[in-house]
């Protein structure tokens, strides 16, 4: 009796264990950083609220991060990959919800899952798998840009969209609607982006990536008007006009097509 009474306390103590382990992996953990990126912890203050990040930190969900001017940092769960761009302040409320106060974001995984997104004063969910990135607007929204992905995204009052790979998605107001969708220009977002390129490793889904690239320029045709700017009010957005319909270039988007693929 004694021994099976001493077994038991060895299982539970290694069941203990493990799920502690499996817990505390799942919390976003530092695995790069380039620039200066701070932590505030919530539950301090004063000075002693404020630390420099570290790579390996763990982020606990009374804690901000604060990216400078050209910074930038890469975290990571057991089940995404998330980015934070130069000059965001964002909160991880647990390993499947961000607040995001300003800047941009980008979070891809593999394994489908509901994810949700807020903002000053918006929220919405999203569910599924994919690559997106979140930019902050003026009047307290965000911009949801899925480079590729599927599956849904909600708001309290819009009801549900599906997700399209290079269809932008304002949300805003409070409660939460949709404002309108626009295509954007993948190539040249994938040209220009930093939370994609201003980092040393290339996200997993990048074959993914690749192929939302190219099914976008099979269906439009290179035919972008726009770019999309920032939403100062809930009846405004920023708009600049460029190029004609004919004026993409084929080849550039077949060669980056290519490079992602490594043909």
């Not at 200066?36 to 539950?43: I, R, Y």
């Not at 400078?68 to 940092?73: L, N, P, V, Y």
């Not at 304002?170 to 040249?188: E, K, R, T, W, Y």
């Amino acid at each position: 009796m004694i021994a099976l009474h001493f077994i038991f306390k060895i299982n539970f103590a290694v069941v203990f264990t493990t799920a502690f382990f499996l817990h505390a992996q799942n919390k976003p953990t530092v695995k790069f950083l380039s620039g200066k990126v701070e932590l505030v912890d919530s539950n301090q203050s004063g000075e002693d609220a404020i630390s420099i990040l570290e790579i390996n930190s763990s982020i606990e969900s009374n804690h901000i991060v604060a990216s400078g001017k050209g910074s930038r940092t890469e975290l990571e769960t057991n089940e995404a990959i998330w980015r934070l761009g130069s000059k965001s302040l964002c909160k991880w409320i647990s390993n499947n919800e961000c607040w995001l106060h300003s800047g941009s974001l980008l979070y891809s995984s593999d394994i489908k899952s509901s994810i949700i997104i807020s903002s000053i004063s918006t929220r919405a969910v999203f569910e599924g798998t994919g690559t997106i990135i979140i930019e902050t607007t003026s009047n307290g929204g965000f911009k949801f840009i899925p480079l590729e992905g599927s599956g849904t995204l909600s708001t309290e009052k819009g009801g549900s969209k599906k997700v399209v790979g290079g269809r932008l998605i304002l949300v805003m107001s409070n409660p939460s609607q949709f404002g309108d969708a626009f295509d954007i220009d993948l190539l040249l977002m994938l040209k220009s982006s930093r939370l994609l390129n201003s980092f040393p490793d290339t996200l997993p889904r990048v074959r993914h990536i690749g192929m939302a690239l190219y099914v976008q320029q099979v269906r439009l045709k290179g035919k972008y008007d726009a770019l999309i700017g920032d939403a100062t009010t809930e009846k405004d957005l920023q708009m600049w006009k460029f190029g004609s319909e004919n004026s993409s270039d084929t080849s550039k988007s077949e060669g980056l097509f290519n490079k992602i693929f490594n043909r």
